[in-house]
């Protein structure tokens, strides 16, 4: 921007007047950048139905019984959730994952599996140097290399030995030391951290203790076992007290041992009603979601005579349309009781929003819980509801290829072409303005030179006084 200096001259304001003449040609700009909102408007508008669809593709994908790609069955169960409950959760406890069967078993078990621990005589202080230069302190722990340790030219107090082990680059978290203080004694601990008869814990080496005896109090040592537990008549033996590949889709919490060889702890493993309801009420709430939306966005407020930003776009029509047809398409099987979502409970309301009738769901799934699955999954020929609500919005939610991220990129052409365009007009808006200052500053010296000989003429002219 020129300097400006008006009205020195000729009494008019400048300033005002270029300021004036701008705003009028600056409109086209404010109309360009007006568009540019619009376009960033609609652009964050479509993410925002991209992430509902994606929800609602994601709770469609959640009970289809197919893997993420729909080429074929998922390994685990998806829609039929089954929970475990346990007759004795201070003994055992149990949890489902995807593919878990009903039914009940008993567990007995022999024994827990424990980390190996190795704790020293007692010495009367914990920071005393008690090792000599050069005496070694050996441990093997299970891992690749063993902890191995040689006191330096200082000697080691009971703490600078329990420093070194857990600073040793053989460690790798797999020993834990820990000086502890009975009440008489200072103790050396030297701890495991993995259960299993593998990682038990070993001390040799020629450090001693009091007097040059040994360091170990043997009466106090625990080492590291197995679990073991019997199943189905079959004896198990696992490293660790937690299971889950024991029995398909159980994974098992081995907490305490049982008293008696004839004790044991029934596991029951039901049908979760209430897990399969909450995954239709997902799915249910996703859609609802996305109808929302598609109303407020794409409708006609006839109370303020309105439309929404996006109404009349094809792409939210489209999309409205697929997932509504995809919604009310009957999807029967041979034998199969069920065809459509109203027999599993999820119906449309009025307003076409959908909801769920938990009690005609689980009535449903009393009658054949196989067979409401297969409504939704397919029976490996043809798609299933969900299935085919999934497969319908994969090609619009895609990453990068999907139509909603097409229209992405467009709206980012776009906002990078109107950028273009308003840093174009605002070049141009500068060039004006300069060109504005230098007319009227040409004008003020035009007018001052004008008045400067105004002024001589007039010198001449006047007679002089004597």
């Known amino acids: ?31 360009i950048q007006q568009q540019r909102t619009e376009v960033e408007l609609h652009q964050s508008l479509f993410r925002d139905l991209n992430t509902r669809l994606l929800a609602l593709r994601d709770a469609a994908a959640a009970l289809d019984n197919q893997t993420s790609g729909l080429s074929g069955p998922s390994f685990d169960e998806e829609f039929l959730a089954y929970a475990a409950t ?3 959760e201070t003994l055992v406890e149990a949890t489902t994952t995807g593919n878990a069967n009903p039914g009940s078993f008993d567990i007995h078990v022999d024994q ?18 008690l090792f000599g230069a050069g005496e070694t302190l050996q441990i093997d722990h299970g891992g690749a290399d063993p902890i191995a340790i040689t006191v330096d030219a200082g000697g080691a107090s009971l703490e600078g030995l329990r420093d070194a082990i857990n600073t040793d680059l053989n ?21 495991g951290t993995r259960t299993g008869e593998a990682n038990d814990v070993t001390v040799s080496g020629t450090v001693s203790g009091p007097g040059g005896g040994a ?13 073991s537990f019997q199943v189905l008549g079959l004896t198990v033996t696992r490293p660790a007290n937690e299971i889950s590949d024991a029995l398909p889709g159980i994974s098992l919490r081995l907490r305490g041992v049982h008293a008696n060889p004839t004790d044991v702890t029934f596991v029951d493993v039901a049908r979760d009603d209430e897990a399969i309801t909450e995954g239709l009420q997902t799915f249910v709430d996703a859609y609802n ?4 939306f598609l109303d407020g966005q794409s409708g006609f407020d006839e109370a303020l005579g309105t439309a929404g930003p996006l109404s009349g776009d094809f792409t939210l029509r489209s999309v409205e349309q697929t997932v509504q047809r995809t919604l009310v398409d009957q999807y029967a099987f041979a034998g199969n009781p069920f065809n459509s979502l109203g027999e599993l409970g999820v119906r449309f309301d009025d307003d076409g929003r959908l909801s769920l009738d938990s009690g005609v769901l689980t009535t449903a799934l009393d009658l054949d819980p196989f067979a409401a699955r297969q409504m939704l999954s397919g029976d490996g020929t043809s798609d299933g509801l969900m299935t085919a609500i999934a497969r319908a919005l994969d090609p619009i939610t895609e990453a990068g290829t999907g139509s909603l991220a097409v229209r992405q990129d467009g709206f980012e052409e776009r906002i990078d072409g109107i950028d273009r365009q308003i840093e174009r007009f605002e070049l141009r808006l500068e060039q004006r303005e300069e060109l504005l200052i230098l007319q009227f500053s040409r004008l003020e010296s035009a007018v001052a030179a004008l008045q400067a000989q105004s002024n001589s003429l007039a010198g001449l002219i006047t007679p002089s006084r004597t």
């Open 1 to 31: 921007m020129g300097l400006r200096v008006g009205g020195l001259a000729t009494g008019l304001d400048s300033n005002a007047l270029v300021d004036a003449l701008l705003a009028l040609e600056r409109r086209p700009l404010e109309l």
């Open 86 to 88: 346990s007759s004795d």
């Open 289 to 292: 979601s996305v109808l929302e």
């Open 112 to 129: 827990l599996a424990t980390v190996g621990r190795r704790i020293s005589v007692g010495f009367a202080s914990s920071t005393d140097i």
């Open 171 to 191: 460690n790798q978290g797999d020993v834990r030391a820990d000086v502890v203080y009975d009440g008489t004694e200072y103790r050396l601990v030297v701890s």
């Open 215 to 227: 360091l170990l109090d043997d009466t106090l040592t625990q080492v590291a076992q197995d679990a």
